[in-house]
């Protein structure tokens, strides 16, 4: 059973930083693209940073110049550096991880983790 396991949420001020980091259990190759996504309070859960088994990335506008995502394939891992946090990137951070069988995509979620900027 795949399993994605987030970690590495907390409570951090506005213009601090955090790392948040999804293991994979078995092999993150199973995955041909991986990313974070996030849901406020009341929002829409959306898309956060996304890589490809390639190393391909692509940012939400929002925070583009801000956080990078990378994943470390040896480690079956994937992260994500958040600088520079703001009040409105509070919300429940989720990883995803997207794969394709027979034409068909399959995706797998964390429990998720909180992040909450706040002074």
């Known amino acids: 059973q795949v399993q994605l396991v987030e970690s590495g949420g907390g409570l951090v001020q506005p213009g601090g930083s955090l790392r948040l980091s999804c293991a994979v259990s078995g092999s993150i190759f199973r995955f041909y693209v991986m990313g974070w996504y996030r849901q406020a309070p009341g929002k829409q859960r959306e898309l956060v940073a996304v890589i490809a088994s390639g190393g391909t990335t692509n940012y939400a506008d929002s925070v583009k110049g801000r956080f990078t995502i990378s994943r470390d394939n040896a480690k079956n891992t994937v992260d994500l550096q958040m600088n520079s946090l703001k009040p409105e990137d509070t919300a429940v951070y989720y990883c995803?991880?997207?794969?394709?069988?027979?034409?068909?995509?399959?995706?797998?979620w964390g429990q998720g983790t909180q992040v909450t900027v706040s002074s």
């Open positions: 995803n991880g997207r794969s394709l069988r027979v034409g068909v995509e399959y995706d797998y």
